[in-house]
T-cell receptor
Framework: EPEVTQTPSHQVTQMGQEVILRCVPISNHLYFYWYRQILGQKVEFLVSFYNNEISEKSEIFDDQFSVERPDGSNFTLKIRSTKLEDSAMYFC?????????????FGQGTRLTVV | EDQVTQSPEALRLQEGESSSLNCSYTVSGLRGLFWYRQDPGKGPEFLFTLYSAGEEKEKERLKATLTKKESFLHITAPKPEDSATYLCAVQAWMDSSYKLIFGSGTRLLVRP
């Protein structure tokens, strides 16, 4: 069964360092998303991406964040200068159908710990 | 303010004891309501999408229903493997775009 895969499963980084979280969406999907879930809190939307550009982003997705689809298969989230409060689970998702989050399939997540 | 509220926060059931989870929402321009299952340390797993009041969808022991103000996830004769956190999310029109708003989830534990 096709699935969204994320690497690494766990990333520890020092405050101020840059991190790149990687995702391989389901191959025939056209819409890609990043979400985060701080421990014990709700899943929060960060950004959606379609046709090689950002289609939606939340207020959380500030200038420290960027997304890229460098090679037609990977979808990355970069945090330029990490802060302690960036520690969370980051989920990548993808969907085939038009429209935000229609039947989105999620990856297993990357647990980011900023120390 | 647009909100999604799930209740109860946690629910313990005996195997075979049917129950319902609630998701109430106050959003304008509802586009769809989604139910997901999340196991510890894993990503949300899509279960259902509901688009209009009166709509119902079923999958094995789960049945989701939607009204104008809330959705219910009914669990019939649950098994221990149904233990998970069940997330409700609403897609709504906000700030000139569609956004997905998640509830806090209901942690379900089914004891054998």
């Amino acid at each position: 069964e096709p699935e969204v895969t994320q690497t690494p499963s766990h990333q520890v980084t020092q405050m101020g360092q840059e991190v790149i979280l990687r995702c391989v969406p389901i191959s025939n999907h056209l819409y890609f998303y990043w979400y985060r879930q701080i421990l014990g809190q709700k899943v929060e939307f960060l950004v959606s991406f379609y046709n090689n550009e950002i289609s939606e982003k939340s207020e959380i997705f500030d200038d420290q964040f960027s997304v890229e689809r460098p090679d037609g298969s990977n979808f990355t989230l970069k945090i330029r200068s990490t802060k302690l409060e960036d520690s969370a689970m980051y989920f990548c998702a993808s969907s085939a159908l038009q429209g935000l989050n229609t039947e989105a399939f999620f990856g297993q997540g990357t647990r980011l710990t900023v120390v | 303010e647009d909100q999604v509220t799930q209740s109860p926060e946690a629910l313990r059931l005996q195997e075979g004891e049917s129950s319902s989870l609630n998701c109430s929402y106050t959003v304008s321009g509802l586009r769809g309501l989604f139910w997901y299952r999340q196991d510890p340390g894993k990503g949300p797993e899509f279960l259902f999408t509901l688009y209009s009041a009166g709509e119902e969808k079923e999958k094995e022991r789960l049945k989701a229903t939607l009204t104008k103000k809330e959705s219910f996830l009914h669990i019939t004769a649950p098994k221990p493997e149904d233990s998970a956190t069940y997330l409700c999310a609403v897609q709504a029109w906000m700030d000139s775009s569609y956004k997905l708003i998640f509830g806090s989830g209901t942690r379900l534990l089914v004891r054998p």
